[in-house]
């Protein structure tokens, strides 16, 4: 089972920041949280994954907590192209392979 | 360049023929995944390929056939499908097989499969 919680769906506004929660509160040490999103009727596009520290790339930031029990993906400038579903997704840190993922967050950007 | 390439993009195929998917990656990866995706749900792990080699399947049945015949290419054959398999086939690939969690995962856009 996913370990994770997001709302099923959020509106946001173009060109304002996308702020995305996710819930992991049974997360334990050395579990990973990863984001992906998935436009329609394509395959899924990573975007960011953090361990601890807040992370940063190109597309988006990580926030998480520092109890590591829940954290926010933002995206800082919606476009209409970020109109996806958001998957929040906690990956533990050993020899396992799988991505387990959960019902996601519909992420709508409003014109 | 992080590109997964899949072929075909659509796929319709009746109960009794055999059909294959086709993966490529030429990132140097060494770990291949095959994901099965129904309408509006998410992403289901199938079969993991490791070195070349099936290190995970999930209990699927065996009308599914994974094969790695090489570090690049994965295929999944396809045979006596039912209409319930019907489906957005995925398919992954991460650098390194024992880097567990800190291996990120590319996707390809997918073969959608219809089984009439």
């Known amino acids: 089972d996913a370990k994770t919680t997001q709302p099923p769906s959020m509106d946001c506004a173009e060109g304002r920041a996308a702020n995305l929660p996710c819930n992991h509160s049974t997360i334990s040490g050395n579990e990973y949280v990863y984001w992906y999103r998935q436009i329609h009727s394509q395959g899924p596009q990573y975007i960011i994954h953090?361990?601890?520290n807040n992370e940063t790339n190109e597309m988006a930031s990580l926030i998480i907590t520092e109890d590591r029990k829940s954290s926010t993906l933002i995206l800082p400038h919606a476009t209409l192209r970020d109109t996806a579903v958001y998957y929040c997704i906690v990956r533990p840190n050993f020899s396992d392979d799988k991505i387990i993922f959960g019902k996601g967050t519909r992420l709508h950007i409003l014109p | 360049d992080t590109e997964v390439t899949q072929t075909p993009k659509h796929l319709v195929m009746g109960m009794t023929n055999k059909k294959s998917l086709k993966c490529e990656q030429h990132m140097g990866h060494r770990a291949m995944y095959w994901y099965k995706q129904k309408a509006k749900k998410p992403p289901e792990l199938m079969f993991v390929y490791s070195y070349e080699k099936l290190s995970i399947n999930e209990s699927v049945p065996s009308r599914f056939s994974p094969e790695c015949p090489n570090s690049s290419l994965l295929n999944l054959h396809l045979h006596a499908l039912q209409p319930e398999d019907s489906a957005l086939y995925l398919c992954?690939?991460?650098?390194?097989?024992?880097?567990?969690?800190?291996?990120?995962?590319?996707f390809g856009p997918g073969t959608r499969l219809l089984v009439l």
């Open positions: 992954a690939s991460s650098q390194d097989p024992s880097g567990g969690a800190r291996e990120t995962q590319y």
């Open positions: 953090g361990l601890k």
